[in-house]
């Protein structure tokens, strides 16, 4: 019995100091666990002289199928939809320039097509052909203006409620962006979380105090570079979306949304249907902006279900 105590308790009394006292170690912790879980593993290539990580699960001889993070976010987000692909498909999940481990020089142009070219050179030092590419959010349409400008180095695009696209209603994050004074999508304090998280996924789970300063650490260290890409890639939406080059994508195509987005709206579904020949989609009801964090095994069934037809 005694023996049964301390196999249960032990456990419990290590994470309770790593929270107490090491959460940054605990944090590590969760990160290698979810990277396990997903088949994963932590690799580094050079790419024009600069370090690129990224992550790379399942067997070599699958289908590669590359996914790129979006604005503020990194190679890891893929950490939690990974499961349901890496049996199947031989996964790439690049950490972007301006983002995660990436180079994060505030003198490099961020614009989504320089954006795209430097994945496709990415793509190249990895001898990477034809993949099948997706993307959410500023990936989204990362891997988009990818289709456009190389449409013979894709077999597949998957777009996850990607930005790039003016649809027939504005977002909320428009409607606050508008006078550039704020930047919803910045943290100020790390007592905005909260409201950050909320804003951008519908149904927002609760982080532990003490895990907060290790979990936002990136995001407010990096504040003033992300702000500026912000407004990069904003003026670029503003001015030059690709609504009239959609006709453009050559590859099959899914569309994948949350109903509830609020940085992106969902009236860019019908935009992305009507431009692109060919295309499909598939709007989740409960799902805000990150449908493959929300919902994973959900979104992962979906995409799945396309790849296998092509």
């Keep these: 019995m005694k023996i049964l105590l301390v196999l249960i308790f032990a456990p419990l009394i290590t994470l309770a100091l790593l929270y107490f006292l090491f959460p940054e170690q605990l944090v590590q912790l969760m990160h290698w ?12 290539v050079i790419v024009d002289g600069r370090t690129w990580p990224y992550l790379e699960g399942g067997d070599r001889s699958k289908p590669v199928l590359v996914m790129v993070h979006g604005f503020g976010a990194d190679k890891d987000h893929w950490t939690f939809y990974a499961p349901w692909l890496t049996k ?4 790439i999940a690049p950490d972007l320039p301006g983002f995660g481990e990436n180079d994060r020089d505030g003198e ?18 990895l001898g990477i052909e034809r993949p099948h590419l997706g993307g959410n959010s500023m990936g989204g349409w990362i891997a988009l203006r990818f289709a456009i400008d190389y449409p013979d180095r894709l077999r597949t695009l998957t777009l996850m409620n990607n930005a790039g696209i003016v649809g027939a209603n504005e977002s909320e994050l428009q409607k606050l962006a508008a006078d550039r004074d704020y930047n919803p999508l910045i943290l100020a304090s790390l007592e905005d979380a ?3 998280i909320a804003f951008v996924v ?3 789970t ?3 105090a003490r895990l907060k300063p290790v979990i936002y650490a990136d995001a407010l260290r990096h504040r003033d570079l992300l702000d500026k890409i912000f407004w990069v890639i904003a003026d670029e939406m503003e001015q030059r979306p690709l609504n009239d080059q959609l006709a453009k994508v050559t590859v099959p195509t899914l569309i994948i949304w949350g109903r509830h987005d ?6 860019c579904v019908a935009v992305l249907e009507a431009g692109i020949a060919g295309s499909r989609s598939h709007i989740f009801e409960d799902v805000a902006h990150v449908p493959m964090i929300e919902a994973p095994k959900a979104t992962a069934m979906v995409q799945r279900e396309f790849l296998a037809k092509h």
């Design 33 to 44: 666990l979810m990277r396990q879980r997903a088949r994963v593993e932590r690799k580094t």
């Design 88 to 91: 199947d498909y031989h996964l």
């Design 108 to 125: 490099l142009p961020f614009d989504v097509e320089t954006q795209a070219a430097r994945l496709k050179a990415f793509l190249d030092v």
């Design 194 to 196: 909260d409201r950050l």
């Design 202 to 204: 519908r149904k927002p």
């Design 206 to 208: 609760h982080v532990p």
């Design 262 to 267: 609020k940085l992106i709206d969902v009236s």
